[in-house]
């Protein structure tokens, strides 16, 4: 019987504290840059990190033995990250910011001689996280946030009694509402010095602007245009996110990835980009 091939995870955590600052930069150069993160005491994180790894189920009915993976993670990355102060504990900080999406890539070189990775998953809060694959300096950063809407799943030149034959309760003329919760996945290389993929703050300013002000509180069938024709389902408002925020993503030097929207505890989809 053949060996069937798996991916496995594994968890670790360490607290640690940052400071964005670069030297070339003048103080006000640093503020207007960084904000509140150029601040000269730093701020911390309770870091979560998933470690994804890849191969062979073997007779032992393991791809790894996960008390040594937790060894290995243990000993190269977080004996060395818990309670410091990332700028000074690795040389790789002191050349490039210790960013989310930085401390990621270098997390995964620090472990790659000794695990079969395939992706290094680094969460700076649960609103914000980075993934890194070993692609040089390329990685992804994903932003989370919600808005709360009603919609009704119908098409409008069907009856009442044809569309909850497709839509179920869905389609009651009244609508029902969701806290929807939305994750923007960009992609693009991190910065050699400032160790970020994108600005941050005019990133989430755009999703603020384009996708969380005009949707939230609204009943999307009525108060956005596009779903006037387009029945707004989880996919397709997915899809509608993804087109408004593509070429104002682009604008800020990155590709957008993927959107992912989350309609209820049972229920998500994510729509991906042409990157």
């Not at 010095?193 to 002000?213: H, N, P, R």
């Not at 609204?218 to 707004?232: E, M, R």
């Not at 604008?251 to 309609?263: I, P, R």
């Amino acid at each position: 019987m053949p060996r069937k091939k798996c991916i496995i995870n594994r968890r670790a955590e360490f607290s640690a504290s940052h400071r964005y600052w670069l030297p070339s930069l003048s103080d006000t150069a640093n503020y207007e840059k960084f904000g509140l993160c150029a601040n000269p005491m730093g701020h911390g994180h309770n870091y979560v990190l998933l470690v994804s790894m890849h191969g062979e189920i073997a007779d032992n009915g393991m791809v790894l033995n996960l008390s040594e993976v937790k060894h290995i993670i243990t000993r190269e990355v977080v004996s060395q990250l818990n309670f410091s102060f990332l700028n000074h504990v690795w040389q790789e900080f002191a050349e490039t910011l210790p960013t989310t999406e930085n401390i990621a890539r270098v997390i995964w070189n620090k472990l790659s001689p000794y695990l079969p990775l395939v992706n290094v998953r680094l969460f700076e809060h649960p609103k914000l996280w980075a993934d890194y694959q070993g692609n040089h300096m390329q990685a992804n950063l994903t932003v989370s946030s919600h808005f709360a809407a009603a919609h009704r799943l119908a098409m409008p030149h069907l009856s009442l009694s044809e569309n909850t034959a497709i839509y179920g309760k869905c389609a009651r003329p009244n609508g029902h509402g969701h806290n929807y919760l939305v994750e923007i996945t960009v992609t693009g290389e991190i910065d050699s010095q400032t160790g970020m993929v994108v600005d941050l703050g005019k990133l989430q300013q755009l999703i603020e602007d384009l996708v969380l002000e005009p949707m939230d509180h609204t009943f999307l069938n009525y108060d956005i245009p596009y779903f006037k024709d387009v029945v707004p389902t989880a996919e397709n408002i997915a899809g509608y996110i993804l087109q408004i925020l593509e070429p104002a993503v682009r604008s800020l030097g990155v590709q957008l990835y993927s959107v992912k929207l989350t309609e209820s505890p049972n229920n998500s989809c994510e729509v991906f980009a042409v990157v």
